[in-house]
């Protein structure tokens, strides 16, 4: 993968870095901390312009970002719900809790699109609940924009400074990339495990409410 990465990249050209970060987001595999960081060394080595690289980065990157709301937008919650309410162990979410998380998306969203951007391991999917919850498509660019430039500048610019010594900053990240994918991996585990734990007691609280009212 970095030696197909490099290969691409090494053509020196803006549009390989836009391609690059936007297969990032579509498939995760493709690692931004290499891509960008490699960028940054070539427009230094070759004087191209930072800018340019961080901006072309940055459509690639947001370019699939806007693939993943619409994706969400497409499913929608009700579907979701229904998916829920037959496979709901393996997506690990019961319809309550559905309708919870998008009470939550509603009222945390834009914070949530900005730092999950941020975030290895989280920021590609982050785009799909701002579509499954409406989120508007003005207020999912602003956040998930400044996110992404964020996110493509702090990586190129250390590959621009770093030189030849670019790997170093995946050396840094992929730690931290592989702690937040155990702790995925581990909290979808869990869920599964104890599904119908939680099943019983969203059944409850509806009955309970059902009887008050």
Do not use: C
């Amino acid at each position: 993968m970095t030696g197909w990465i490099t290969s691409l990249m090494e053509q020196g050209s803006y549009a390989a870095a836009a391609f690059l970060m936007f297969f990032e987001n579509v498939f995760p595999p493709v690692p931004s901390e290499i891509v960008m960081p490699l960028a940054g060394f070539i427009a230094n080595r070759d004087g191209m312009s930072l800018i340019l690289m961080i901006a072309a980065g940055s459509i690639g990157s947001l370019a699939g970002a806007v693939l993943w709301y619409y994706l969400g937008a497409w499913i929608g919650l009700e579907r979701l719900k229904t998916f829920a309410r037959k496979y709901g162990r393996w997506l690990t979410l019961t319809p309550g809790e559905i309708d919870a998380a998008d009470a939550w998306f509603d009222k945390h969203g834009g914070k949530a699109v900005f730092i999950g951007r941020l975030v290895p391991g989280v920021r590609t999917f982050i785009s799909v609940p701002a579509g499954l919850s409406g989120m508007p498509l003005g207020k999912f660019m602003v956040y998930t924009t400044a996110g992404t430039v964020i996110w493509t500048a702090f990586l190129t610019i250390a590959g621009w400074f770093l030189g030849r010594n670019y790997e170093a900053v995946s050396g840094w990240l992929a730690p931290v990339s592989n702690v937040v994918i155990v702790l995925l991996v581990g909290w979808y585990l869990y869920r599964v495990a104890t599904f119908r734990r939680t099943v019983r007691k969203e059944d409850a609280k509806r009955d309970n409410s059902s009887k008050a009212g």
